[in-house]
């Protein structure tokens, strides 16, 4: 039928900005899912599993199901938070693929980008809350942030010096 409901019973066209957006949020959650999978190291793959929490919570409250609100922004500034403290470093660009897991951390990183502006018109229009607009937009950066703390971590275990940046 070309549409879809929405958790209020409102049904809209399946291109609807809307669903653009839980949509690309629902395919990030799946490369975090694969991210965390491949991930060996329990302190980051717990952050992973709390982040893919609260994307379910995010699209849900997108899809405008009743009682559920955004996430706090306040996780993502914590994980960020503490991988400036572990790497002890500035973030900074990088070629992504010194590990499975943190390129699949990158993949993620990128659809995040692209729900963020996907995510704009939404915004603009009113139809968006901003508090969502912000978890979308620091969402990218708490990924490219677990991706480092992985790398790192792994580079520390192996005893190798970064291999590109």
Not at 6 to 24: N, S
Not at 33 to 38: C, K, T
Not at 91 to 114: E, I, K, N
Request: aromatic share 6%; with cysteine.
């Amino acid at each position: 039928s070309g549409e879809t409901s929405l958790g209020d019973g409102r049904r809209i066209p399946k291109d609807h900005p809307r669903v653009e957006v839980y949509g690309t949020l629902d395919e990030c959650q799946a490369h975090i899912g694969m991210a965390r999978s491949l991930c060996e190291y329990p302190e980051v793959s717990a952050e992973l599993c709390l982040l893919e929490q609260e994307l379910g919570i995010l699209m849900g409250s997108i899809a405008l199901y009743p009682g559920l609100t955004c996430p706090n922004i306040g996780t993502i500034e914590r994980i960020i938070g503490t991988v400036a403290d572990v790497t002890g470093k500035h973030f900074r660009f990088v070629r992504p693929g010194d590990s499975t897991t943190g390129a699949a951390l990158h993949v993620a990183r990128t659809v995040a980008r692209r729900a963020e502006r996907t995510a704009v018109s939404l915004f603009r229009t009113g139809d968006l809350a901003g508090d969502a607009f912000q978890y979308i937009n620091r969402l990218s950066d708490v990924l490219y942030a677990l991706a480092l703390w992985h790398d790192h971590l792994r580079r520390r275990d192996e005893g190798i010096s970064e291999t590109c940046s």
